[in-house]
């Protein structure tokens, strides 16, 4: 167990539907990642928090945000929802978000868009 | 482009014998990290092993070690005495800060197969 939990563990949803995924990082982590897994690209960055604030942003599309919260939880807001979204969401937390930290992960959300 | 190439889309290993999966990366900065992330059927990503660049000295941890060859920019996973629990697919990663990120990049993965 990583310390970080997602929630929640599964969802399925139809096209052009919203949905939000939301993960909690490790005591005291204060930078928050999220990371898409799909079959087609793999293993990509989609953005980056730090204490609250967007700290970078990868391959995220336009249809998807995100947020960090005071309690430094965060979620992952996916609008418009298309098949090509269906997806195994990660979030991963490290304490302040440098490089030579290791990245804890969740156990991910997995994403199905019919 | 910071690239990952992991060249071994499957690997299978006896049960007690000794495996490596390789790692070849791309990249101009001479200050990173490098990463093995193990992920199970479960699916939850498991950190197996880092190594700092700056480091001579390969890291070990327990059955896990690797070989760094920092010019040649290759990070290679030796798996000691494998178990059916290492039965996975592993992910190797890199990371640098880049212009505040410090995001992973991840190779494709290879999947290892270990038979009893």
């Known amino acids: 167990d990583s310390g970080v939990t997602q929630t929640p563990k599964h969802l399925i949803t139809a096209t052009g539907q919203r949905v939000t995924l939301r993960c909690s990082p490790r005591?005291?982590?204060?930078?928050v990642y999220w990371y898409q897994q799909s079959l087609d690209q793999g293993l990509q960055f989609l953005i980056q928090?730090?204490?609250?604030?967007?700290?970078a942003k990868g391959n995220i599309l336009e249809r998807f945000s995100a947020q960090q919260f005071p309690d430094l939880h965060s979620e992952l807001n996916l609008s418009s929802l298309e098949l090509g979204d269906s997806a195994l969401y990660f979030c991963?937390?490290?304490?302040?978000?440098?490089?030579?930290?290791?990245?804890?992960f969740g156990p991910g959300t997995r994403l199905l868009v019919l | 482009a910071q690239t990952v190439t992991q060249s071994q889309p499957e690997m299978s290993v006896q049960e007690a014998e000794t495996v490596t999966l390789s790692c070849t990366y791309d990249?101009?900065?001479?200050?990173?990290?490098l990463f093995w992330y193990k992920q199970p059927p479960s699916r939850q990503m498991i950190l197996v092993i880092r190594?700092?660049?700056?480091?001579?000295q390969n890291a070990t941890e327990n059955r896990f070690s690797v070989n760094f060859q920092k010019a040649a920019k290759s990070f290679s996973l030796k798996i000691s005495d494998s178990q059916l629990g290492d039965a996975a697919m592993y992910f190797c990663?890199?990371?640098?800060?880049?212009?505040?990120?410090?995001?992973?990049?991840f190779g494709k993965g290879t999947k290892l197969t270990v038979n009893p």
């Open positions: 991963a937390s490290s304490v302040v978000g440098q490089s030579q930290e290791t990245q804890y």
């Open positions: 005591s005291g982590d204060l930078s």
């Open positions: 928090y730090y204490n609250g604030e967007e700290r």
């Open positions: 990249t101009s900065e001479s200050d990173y990290y």
């Open positions: 190594q700092e660049a700056y480091k001579q």
């Open positions: 990663a890199y990371r640098v800060p880049q212009g505040g990120s410090e995001k992973l990049v």
